[in-house]
């Protein structure tokens, strides 16, 4: 019988987390969860009710008013927010500048961790963020914290930008990774910090084919593992 375990891929913004974790589900049959994406669809949501991402009261009383869903269309996870489709919104500069405060809120953040912790309760999921493997599932099989250097990151950022033609500066990019990187790090709720149990990847010199092939050995590994576990 197939045996699923849970696949946790936290790290820095922009590491090429979602591209690693997608490429993993793929080869697994797994399904992949992001879970930034949720955190921008909420704060996509509060931008156009024109709520202040500061306001937390007012944030907290209209957390019941967001609903957040994957689909699957053409191959590609989609986010939808309240029925509609935001992928692509939700990836954009002014989206990314107000997230990181978004999700400093306590409130926010059990709301979604308990949403990601349901889609993850049958396993056979790769779920990327930054509280994956020490809140969501502290109990993962497999946790790996990836990182690479702000301006590796910051370049890979302004190369994919350019080419969905967005006008970006890469000093404004970078400016947006660091301060993504200190307050997500630095947050009282569930900072980003690497789990006792994580392996470390920096990927600054990996191409993607290196970086899968051996994060894919790593999960084939521990799904053998946690057979012989469930045997013995
Ligand atoms: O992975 P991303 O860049 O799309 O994430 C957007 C923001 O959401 C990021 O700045 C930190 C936050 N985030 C979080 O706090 N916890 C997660 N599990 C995922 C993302």
Redesign the pocket.
């Given at each position: 019988m197939k045996n699923n375990i849970i696949i946790a891929l936290d790290g820095h913004?922009?590491c090429g987390?979602s591209t690693l974790a997608k490429s993993l589900a793929k080869a697994l049959n797994y399904t992949y969860v992001d879970?930034?994406?949720m955190?921008?669809a909420v704060t996509l949501y509060l931008i156009q009710q024109d709520i202040s991402v500061t306001d937390v009261e007012q944030v907290k009383a209209v957390l019941g008013d967001i609903s957040i869903h994957f689909e699957r269309i053409e191959g590609k996870n989609t986010t939808f927010l309240n029925g509609v489709n935001v992928e692509e919104e939700i990836r954009k500069m002014y989206v990314s500048d107000l997230?990181?405060p978004v999700?400093t809120i306590p409130a926010v953040r059990r709301k979604l961790v308990q949403q990601q912790q349901e889609m993850g309760k049958n396993k056979g999921i790769v779920m990327d963020?930054?509280?994956?493997g020490t809140v969501v599932f502290p109990a993962a099989e497999l946790k790996i914290f990836l990182t690479a250097s702000a301006e590796e990151r910051a370049n890979r950022r302004y190369k994919e930008l350019l080419e969905k033609g967005q006008e970006v500066s890469y000093e404004a990019i970078l400016k947006n990774l660091q301060d993504?990187d200190r307050i997500?790090s630095t947050r009282a709720d569930s900072p980003l910090k690497k789990a006792k149990d994580a392996i470390i990847i920096d990927n600054t010199l990996l191409s993607r084919d290196e970086q899968l092939v051996y994060t894919l050995k790593l999960a084939q590994q521990t799904i053998v593992k946690s057979q012989n576990d469930l045997s013995s």
């Open positions: 913004s922009s987390k879970t930034g994406a955190y921008r997230v990181s999700a963020g930054r509280d994956i993504r997500d």
